[in-house]
């Protein structure tokens, strides 16, 4: 049994900017729920973001470019959340850290948790590739980080590892 970070909102939370969950029609998604240790995290509730909360994108870059202060996280409204989400992603990892947590499966499109696609950060529904400022912290200290999509992937490494 691993320990994996799962964004609360793949798990039934109704923690996203609009209060809603994320539904996840996945069998592997499903088997990694049942068979291993989840560890649960909203990083920008875990901040003191508010229910429901603005939209935020990623303006200028992506996750990384965020955590290198080239990039900006916008809310809908024009709001600079940058500090918010850098401290929520920081945040992700010390749990990370102290827990010895070296998988995470996160909420894919999201400014925090996606880790293949994020929007453009134009608020016009229209997606980049890149990813979210918690993925690339993650990523960037060596932690496999998958979407929900790529659960069999994840599963298929746990299998072979174990
Ligand atoms: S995608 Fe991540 S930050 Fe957004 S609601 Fe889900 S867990 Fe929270």
Redesign the pocket.
């Known amino acids: 049994m691993v320990k994996i970070l799962v ?4 798990l039934g ?1 109704a ?3 609009n209060g809603s969950a ?1 539904e996840v029609h996945s069998a592997d998604f499903n088997w990694l729920l049942e068979t291993q240790d989840i560890v649960a ?5 875990s901040v003191g973001l508010p229910i429901p909360r603005v939209p935020a994108e990623i303006l200028g870059g992506d996750g990384v470019a965020v955590l290198s202060g080239s990039a900006q996280i916008l809310g809908s409204d024009k709001s600079d959340l940058s500090d918010k989400f850098v401290l ?1 992603a920081e945040l992700a990892l010390r749990l990370c850290k102290e827990q010895d947590i070296q998988y995470a499966v ?2 894919e499109n ?5 880790s293949q696609y994020i929007y453009d950060g134009n608020f016009s529904g229209i997606k980049k590739k890149g990813s ?1 400022v ?1 993925a690339a912290i993650l990523m960037q200290s060596g932690i496999r980080v998958f979407s929900q999509y790529a659960a069999s992937e994840l599963r298929r490494l746990i299998s072979i590892v174990r």
């Open positions: 964004s609360s909102c793949l939370c923690v996203r900017y994320v995290l909203c990083p920008e509730i929520g996160l909420t999201s400014p925090s948790c996606g979210g918690v």
